[in-house]
Nanobody, 125 residues
Framework: HGRLVESGGGLVQAGGSLRLSCAVY????????VGWFRQAPGKEREGISC????????YYDESVKGRFTVSKGTAKSTVYLPMNSLRAEDTAVYYC??????????????????WGQGTRVTVSS
């Protein structure tokens, strides 16, 4: 049974950077695509980025494109999300999810996805 653990959140000033990590246990990133989602206070959860299982193809929502980068670690048990040029509107709890998917990835949450507990990012303006 898969388990995901996010880390790396914190408080940062606008324009600053953070790197989120998603450690994956019990499942293989060769079989699972990983997505990053966030939920701001009072708002719905939204998908922002994902990376596929096979060729590592990536997708970014327009709100983060050019500022965030998703990648897998060399050990293929961790997915990273370095975030640059952070804005106040990036303030949210960030979650990673894993979906068994032979190719591609999606930022639409699925019913069978594995989820982490979230890590809070606060950007002060």
């Amino acid at each position: 049974h898969g388990r995901l653990v996010e880390s790396g959140g914190g408080l940062v000033q606008a324009g600053g950077s953070l790197r989120l990590s998603c450690a994956v246990y019990g499942i293989s990133l060769d079989d699972y695509a990983v997505g990053w989602f966030r939920q701001a206070p009072g708002k719905e959860r939204e998908g922002i980025s994902c990376i596929s299982s096979g060729d590592g193809s990536k997708y970014y929502d327009e709100s983060v494109k050019g500022r965030f980068t998703v990648s897998k670690g060399t050990a293929k048990s961790t997915v990273y999300l370095p975030m640059n040029s952070l804005r106040a509107e990036d303030t949210a709890v960030y979650y990673c999810s894993a979906e068994r998917r032979p190719q591609g990835c999606t930022i639409i949450a699925g019913a069978d996805d594995h989820w982490g507990q979230g890590t809070r990012v606060t950007v002060s303006s």
